[in-house]
């Protein structure tokens, strides 16, 4: 829409046109309405490589590989549940360290993280963390079986090894949200979802191990673009053949990182489980619908002008949105499409969609948020997060956070209007 495109910097409009020149790409470079300056090219874009002969590249990804949203319903209502919101909130900011950073006392071994690289959700499932159909709603089953362990860096393993259910910073959040509105009963059925539920929604990625992954592989990329002599018109869209061998390394070593992912979500929610049970007894019981990833790169089989093509899909600041009937999606969702979460802001609504066959044309991609309009920076010279703690206590929303500027960072104004 026309606001769409005044909303959108023109750097992140020049980084869309850049992406256009990656070997390989397909038909074209996809914005998102969210679409906002990211590092080579912009967040909230699109990028189908054909193979054999197209790229794969770490700035395409992003450094928070696998960075992605969970959502888990209760059987709650609002009155039933706004007594305890103090209590709750305090419990869940107990279990679920948050911060920059900031990970458990107890650090995992590098044989425990290698594991959990390589079999990501059903490793804990087996563990005991967790139950079995929680395995089938993830996405690709909280497991790419791509991933090797043996291609991510010791230093990338050494940072994740106390980060395994941990939020991180920026705008990553765990949020106990209500269901609103219905705008299809019939979905909403098959989703489990009714009107004034109470959901918990859960947004974070890979932490440190990822961000040095992304890292690690830019350095490799940048050697690749001079070996393989790639012409590109920014230095930060490094990239590397999908079949090479440095392309291959990194295609395993994302997928692990995106395993590490999905198990830090997995383990987000087991705490959040854990948290709720204290607080509300046994009666307090957390099913998850689903959870999404949105930023990663992905082999998927798209119909391009009427042929089936094999193709390296990024979504850096985007999320799948398979249709109806896709053989990726678990039986249940095969009449409605894949579940889609987006997150808005701490002072608007997020939503809850369904993958539909309208989605083609940006293969099965929708957005992944709000979009930020303002740099952090600029939000915090504007208000204080004590500023923003009152006006959200206003709308009767309780923030938890141990950093008043990461309060301010992330003032709903500091974001487009998801709604």
Request: some cysteine; aromatic content about 6%; glycine content about 10%.
């Amino acid at each position: 829409s026309e606001k769409m495109w005044q909303q959108a910097e023109s750097k992140s409009l020049e980084q869309l046109v850049n992406i256009t020149t990656l070997p390989g790409i397909v038909k074209y470079g996809i914005a998102m309405p969210d679409i906002h300056m990211g590092y080579g090219p912009p967040i909230g874009g699109i990028g189908a490589m054909e193979l054999p002969d197209g790229i794969i590249s770490p700035g395409f990804v992003g450094y928070d590989e696998n960075c992605g949203v969970r959502l888990l319903k209760t059987t709650f209502k609002e009155e039933e549940i706004r007594p305890h919101l103090e209590k709750l909130a305090s419990e869940m900011q107990k279990q679920v360290p948050s911060g920059l950073g900031k990970g458990h006392k107890e650090k995992l071994s590098i044989k425990e993280i290698d594991k959990i690289l390589e079999r990501g959700v059903p490793y804990l499932v087996e563990k005991g963390y967790g139950e079995k159909q929680d395995i089938e709603n993830c996405e690709a089953n909280g497991q790419m079986e791509q991933a090797d362990a043996s291609v991510i860096s010791e230093r990338a393993k050494n940072r994740g090894r106390n980060q395994v259910g941990t939020l991180g910073s920026g705008n990553h959040f765990q949020e106990v949200q209500k269901v609103d509105e219905i705008f299809d009963e019939e979905i909403a059925k098959v989703f489990g979802l009714f009107k004034g539920q109470i959901v918990v929604m859960i947004h974070t990625g890979s932490r440190g191990l990822g961000h040095q992954n992304c890292t690690d592989y830019l350095r490799v990329a940048s050697k690749a673009v001079q070996k393989y002599n790639i012409k590109l018109p920014d230095r930060e869209l490094a990239c590397m053949p999908f079949n090479s061998p440095e392309g291959q390394r990194f295609f395993k070593a994302m997928s692990a990182a995106a395993n590490y992912a999905w198990a830090n979500r997995h383990m987000i929610m087991h705490y959040v489980r854990k948290a709720w049970k204290n607080v509300l007894g046994e009666k307090a019981e957390l099913k998850l619908l689903y959870d999404v990833a949105h930023n990663i790169a992905k082999i998927e089989e798209h119909i391009v002008d009427g042929k089936k093509m094999r193709l390296c899909v990024h979504r850096k600041g985007a999320t799948r949105a398979f249709p109806p009937g896709h053989p990726e999606l678990p039986i249940k969702h095969q009449k409605t499409g894949q579940v889609v979460l987006i997150p808005g802001t701490m002072g608007t609504a997020s939503y809850i969609l369904a993958g539909s066959e309208g989605g083609k044309d940006a293969f099965f991609s929708v957005c992944h948020g709000a979009g930020r309009t303002m740099s952090r920076r600029q939000a915090t010279r504007t208000i204080s997060g004590e500023q923003v703690v009152n006006d959200l206590k206003q709308k009767g929303i309780l923030v938890r956070c141990y950093s008043a500027r990461g309060i301010a960072e992330e003032a709903p104004f500091a974001y487009k209007d998801v709604d």
